[in-house]
C-alpha cells in the first residue's frame, strides 16, 4: 500500500458500468484505476470489487445486467522506522536501537555505518537492536546507521538515523624516579589519549591538577614499607555539540620503603 490497479473491461453487451472497489470508492469508467489503501499497521486487507454491467433495451424498456466481483488482498504499508536510545556518547558507546517499523512480516537488514551489520525477520512487535561503536580518533566520527526493511512481496525501503561517538579518552602515565627510599621523588609522564583536563590523586593527601606533575613520597611509618595507589582521572566536555563528559581513569602503585641513616 498504496497499491494502485489498472481495471480491463472484460465485460460483453454491457453500455453502462458500475464499479464498487470495496473501500468505499466506486467509479461509473469504462476502464477505470483506483488506489487502495491498507490503514492496518500489520495485517492485510482484502478489498471486494464489484463490476455491473448493464444494457438498457428501449424498444421492450428491460433493464439487463450482471454482476460479477473480484478481490484483491493488499499488504500493510511498509514503514522502516527505529529510534537510537542515545544518539551521542563517549567511545566506546553502546547503542539501542527500538525498531518501531510496521507492515508485516518483515525481513531487516542493519547497517551500522562501520562495517558492521546485523539480519533478523519479525512481524508485529519488532525486537530491539544493540550495537557498540567505537572511535579511535582525535575528533568526533558520525556514523549512518541505516535500516532496510522488506515484506514478504519484496517491496523494499529503509530509514537511516546518525549517531555521534566522541573519541575515546584512555587515561595512562608512567612513572620516573631514581631509588626508592624516602623522601622518594617521583617524576609523571602524561600517556593519556584525547584528554583535555587531568585529575591526579598521589594516595598520600596529595593532588595536582598539572598535565605532567612531580610529586614527593613519604614513608612516615617507623618500621613499614608504604604502597601509595597513584590515580589519573582524564577528561574531555564536548561542549560545541553534546557538552558531554568523556573520561578514564587508571590507577598505578609505587612503594616507598624506610627512610634509613
Known amino acids: 500500500t498504496p497499491f494502485p490497479v489498472e481495471f480491463t473491461n472484460a465485460s460483453l453487451n454491457g453500455v453502462n458500468y458500475s464499479w464498487d ?3 468505499g470508492g466506486a467509479s461509473f469508467d469504462f476502464e477505470p484505476d483506483h488506489d487502495f489503501d491498507n490503514t492496518n499497521a500489520d495485517t492485510d486487507t482484502t478489498f471486494t470489487i464489484q463490476l455491473i454491467a448493464s444494457a438498457t433495451h428501449t424498444t421492450s424498456g428491460l433493464y439487463c445486467a450482471d454482476t460479477t466481483t473480484r478481490t484483491i488482498t493488499v499488504l500493510p ?3 522502516p522506522q527505529f529510534v537510537p ?8 558507546h553502546a547503542v539501542t536501537f527500538t525498531n518501531t517499523s510496521s507492515g508485516g512480516l518483515l525481513s531487516f537488514a542493519w547497517d551500522f555505518g562501520d562495517g558492521h551489520s546485523q539480519s533478523g525477520s519479525s512481524s508485529g512487535t519488532h525486537p530491539d537492536v544493540s550495537h557498540t561503536f567505537t572511535n579511535r580518533g582525535s575528533v568526533d566520527s558520525l556514523y549512518t546507521v541505516r535500516l532496510t526493511a522488506t515484506n514478504r512481496e519484496g517491496c ?3 530509514v537511516e538515523e546518525t549517531v555521534r561517538v566522541h573519541p575515546r579518552v584512555v587515561a595512562g602515565f608512567t612513572m620516573d624516579f631514581d631509588g626508592s627510599c624516602t623522601p622518594f621523588p617521583v617524576e609523571f609522564t602524561n600517556a593519556s589519549l584525547n584528554g583535555v583536563n587531568y585529575s591526579w590523586d598521589f594516595g598520600d593527601g596529595g593532588e595536582s591538577l598539572d598535565f605532567e606533575p612531580d610529586h ?3 614513608n612516615t611509618n617507623a ?3 608504604t604502597t601509595f595507589t597513584i590515580q589519573l582521572i582524564a ?3 564536548h561542549t560545541a555539540t553534546s557538552g558531554l563528559y568523556c573520561a578514564d581513569t587508571t590507577t598505578r602503585t609505587i612503594t616507598c620503603l624506610l627512610y634509613t641513616s
Not at 536510545?85 to 567511545?91: F, K, L, N, S, T
Open 21 to 23: 472497489f470495496g473501500d
Open 85 to 92: 536510545d542515545v544518539p551521542v556518547g563517549c567511545a566506546d
Open 235 to 237: 577528561s574531555a566536555t
Open 77 to 79: 504499508q511498509l514503514i
Open 223 to 225: 618500621d613499614t614499607d
Open 156 to 158: 523494499v525501503r529503509s
Open 216 to 218: 614527593d613520597f613519604d
